[in-house]
């Protein structure tokens, strides 16, 4: 035997590989199921009336999954016990509801896909408003495409009219419920809606999910009677579905609410009358009460803008650019 042949049996065996191709599959039977929950790496989604268990496919790589997207799954969407799909595609989102850690943190959090409308929930009382998280949920809808709604808890416990002054020349819609009471006029304004619920811990937000939804069983919480705050009862982020139509998506309590990924150029779209006035700003202007020769303030004084929607309009910017503390004073 040569010399080659001795060390030839010692060699590796070549990988048989198939070739590589740029044909990827189609998934053209693949169902819809949109994603309710997610933990652990699986998620449960809604198809038709059954609810399916999945896993995100490995071809979508890092491509991330949240509440609310709607998917195509591949494999076994049975929904039966035991059996698990595969989430190949994330369907194009609508509506993208994110956040930053802080304001310096430039690392976007997606929160909610889809979803068209958020809704602030607020108590007049116990704890007391904090306008300045308001104000940063408000910038948030406006950058996701979002119908803002306010929402005023334990009414029976404050009058919301100093609340309900300070939004009023946003234009931002507003419902008011009371402990106990009924919920006919929230229900209204979430019928056939995809509605996200945020605000601080301990405002009522699990309470109003347990009256819309029987069932729900929400787990409700306290506040505490020294710091004024709530203590964190819903973990995790949950979409269901309302009898009368439409999806409520329940999150945890929020203490901060870091914007440094909305651009003020999208914000003053948000508001056509003002928008319209700044294309004779000068460039770069950015539409403070500092801004040097701002076409607001000219606006203002020849009585072609009301003066109280832009001084509103300029506090959403200086809670965007975090000159206002994140947990402002309480309104009363």
């Not at 943190?105 to 409308?117: G, I, K, S, T």
């Not at 104000?135 to 309900?164: E, H, I, N, Q």
């Not at 811990?201 to 999910?209: D, F, P, Q």
């Amino acid at each position: 035997m040569s010399r080659y042949d001795e060390e030839a049996k010692y060699d590796r065996p070549k990988r048989r590989t198939r070739p590589r191709t740029k044909d990827r599959p189609s998934y053209d039977d693949a169902v819809i199921g949109f994603v309710t929950t997610r933990d652990r790496g699986r998620y449960t989604c809604w198809v038709g009336d059954r609810q399916v268990t999945a896993m995100k496919a490995r071809q979508l790589g890092r491509t991330g999954v949240i509440v609310g997207d709607q998917v195509k799954l591949d494999g076994n969407a049975t929904g039966d016990e035991g059996t698990l799909a595969r989430i190949v595609e994330v369907v194009p989102r609508t509506t993208l509801l994110r956040r930053s850690a802080d304001d310096d943190d430039p690392v976007e959090r997606p929160l909610v896909a889809n979803a068209d409308q958020l809704v602030i929930v607020v108590a007049v009382a116990n704890p007391e408003p904090r306008t300045g998280l308001i104000d940063r949920f408000l910038v948030a809808a406006y950058d996701a495409g979002m119908r803002p709604l306010l929402c005023l808890t334990k009414t029976d416990l404050a009058d919301p009219t100093p609340l309900l002054d300070i939004y009023r020349p946003l234009g931002v819609e507003s419902v008011a419920t009371q402990q106990g009471g009924d919920l006919d006029a929230l229900r209204e304004q979430l019928d056939d809606r995809t509605s996200v619920l945020v605000g601080h811990s301990g405002v009522g937000k699990s309470t109003l999910v347990n009256g819309l939804i029987e069932g729900a069983n929400r787990a409700i919480g306290v506040v505490n009677d020294v710091t004024g705050r709530g203590r964190h009862t819903s973990t995790n982020t949950v979409v269901l579905r309302l009898p009368e139509g439409g999806w409520i998506i329940d999150t945890p309590g929020i203490r901060s609410f870091g914007l440094a990924h909305v651009e003020p150029d999208k914000l003053i779209n948000a508001f056509p009358d003002l928008a319209d006035i700044t294309v004779d700003c000068p460039r770069g202007c950015t539409h403070t009460e500092l801004a040097p020769d701002c076409a607001l303030d000219e606006a203002v004084a020849a009585g072609r803008a009301d003066a109280d929607r832009v001084t509103s309009f300029r506090r959403l910017l200086a809670s965007r650019e975090g000159r206002e503390q994140k947990d402002a004073e309480p309104t009363t």
